[in-house]
């Protein structure tokens, strides 16, 4: 596909939200709250806020800047910029991890769907013990999650196939002004509750005495893990952006309604979690196991509130699932529409088949009697790990040295001011970022992650 022929995003405010909905998504609902409830509430939040200012902004704008001046597939950009030397593995490596992400984060977006249906149909009422057992035995059930997951990637394949204009950004418009109301209408009702005040205050009064080395690392890997970074999602996203598009006060804005979003998903959480006592910090099983307990506990007095506001949460947290998924999906596509020159709706066809084979397996992998396991973990764990805690810093790693050390500054300048028609008055202090402190932290993650520091 020539560059003239390239499809791009219609309005400002279609490549605002439609990137903006590739960083918001599970990580900003489900990760965070129970990221910052382990790590000390506001201490974690400011902390997280100052990382995406030092880490994630640069690396947003290092793909934009990628994207938007090769106009193609992420792998083809990392190709075309580098004259086809070895730098096109750091490419490649971005549209697999976005590929295996998509099949297994399709899986949690499935039970997201379940728990939707199973707030309409009045399932999650009942004590702790009824409501984590009806979670195992959905998680176990060999048919139930992976209906949902293909259902999930099957709403994802309709969006993608329509195009960029037509679907990406026109479901955008739609669903990302849907969750900010959404998420609005229940952090209202959460802080209507009794006692819901020591939740808000755990949110924003910061006790530094709980600042660790660990809490600082969990921060960075939370800002690089919230905004898609290494994903190849940016630079897909970005290579529909205009020439005109200023990358920085994009990056910015999105930045900026990613973090919003998150502390917004905190002050829904904890001060319903405050109110009966629950414990903030109660790690990945917090919204499909603790939540539902929280809901009927907090809202028992009024059991059709309590109702409605399980249902919006579900589909909230849905909506947020859609919207990352779509731009984990459009990676792919975009990699098979341009390198086997087939038809988009073909190449998003190999990518939905692609990921609900992968989907299934890991799926199936929770189930209580499965094989389908590596060095003693199931598929699901292997895949978030891989990608998660591999790939991921990998991939941005090595694009903040091929924007801070490989290309030619002049070439970087000339994207991040748009050919000398904006200021750039942060340019230095840009690829100084990129150069030293975004590779730094990178590293100090990686290795944290793996328990070496």
């Known amino acids: 596909m020539s560059q003239l022929e390239r499809a791009n995003f219609g309005s400002k405010i279609g490549v605002i939200l439609a990137t903006a909905g590739s960083a918001v998504g599970l990580g900003n609902v489900w990760r965070f709250p129970y990221m910052a409830g382990s790590n000390g509430g506001a201490a974690f939040i400011i902390i997280y806020v100052a990382c ?3 880490l994630g902004i640069p690396c947003m704008i290092n793909e934009f800047i990628i994207g938007r001046h090769a106009q193609s597939n992420t792998a083809r950009a990392y190709n075309k910029l ?6 096109t593995l750091v490419g490649v490596l971005s549209v697999l991890t ?14 997201c769907l379940q728990y939707v249906y199973a707030s309409l149909a009045g399932h999650l009422q009942g004590d702790t013990n009824y409501v984590q057992d009806y979670f195992t035995q959905f998680e176990q059930n060999p048919y139930k999650p992976i209906t949902w997951t293909v259902l999930f990637l099957l709403a994802t394949h309709y969006v993608i196939s329509h195009g960029v204009r037509d679907g990406i950004e026109k ?3 739609m669903m990302m002004p849907t969750l900010f109301i959404l998420l609005l209408v229940i952090v209202v009702a959460s802080c209507m509750l009794p006692g819901a005040e ?7 009064h910061p006790d530094f005495t709980k600042l660790t080395p660990d809490v600082f690392l969990s921060a960075l890997g939370q800002s690089f893990y919230s905004l898609s970074i290494g994903m190849g999602c940016l630079c897909t996203f970005a290579s529909y952006f205009k020439r005109d598009t200023n990358l920085t006060r994009s990056a910015v804005q999105i930045a900026v309604i990613d973090s919003v979003v998150a502390i917004l998903a905190g002050l829904m959480i904890f001060p319903a979690a405050f109110s009966v006592g629950v414990n903030p910090d109660s790690g990945p099983s917090l919204v499909f196991i603790t939540l539902p307990n929280v809901f009927n506990q907090a809202f028992s007095s009024m059991p059709l509130v309590g109702y409605v506001v399980s249902i919006l949460f ?5 909506l947020a699932a859609l919207t990352s998924l779509i731009s984990l999906h459009e990676v792919s596509t975009a990699f098979f529409h341009e390198e086997l020159h087939i038809t988009r709706k073909r190449a998003a066809m190999i990518v939905t088949v692609g990921c609900s084979v992968i989907g299934a397996f890991c799926s199936l992998s929770l189930g209580r009697d499965s094989s389908l396991q590596l060095f003693g973990k199931p598929l699901f764990e292997i895949f978030d790990f891989v990608t998660g805690q591999i790939f991921l810093p990998i991939a941005g790693l090595f694009t ?30 840009y690829l100084f970022c990129v ?9 100090l993650i990686f290795l944290h992650q793996f328990g070496l520091i």
Request: one cysteine or more.
């Open 52 to 54: 995406i200012l030092i």
């Open 82 to 87: 580098s004259g086809g030397g070895l730098w």
């Open 98 to 111: 976005g590929f295996l992400i998509t099949g297994y984060y399709a899986v949690v977006s499935g039970w």
């Open 171 to 173: 479901a955008s418009k």
């Open 198 to 204: 020591k939740g808000i205050a755990f949110l924003f």
């Open 314 to 318: 579900y589909a909230l947290l849905a």
């Open 400 to 429: 903040c040295l091929f924007i801070g050390w490989y290309l030619p500054h002049k070439l970087v300048k000339d994207e991040f001011t748009n050919n000398g028609t904006l200021r750039g008055r942060l340019f230095h202090l």
């Open 435 to 443: 150069k030293y402190a975004c590779p730094l932290f990178i590293v």
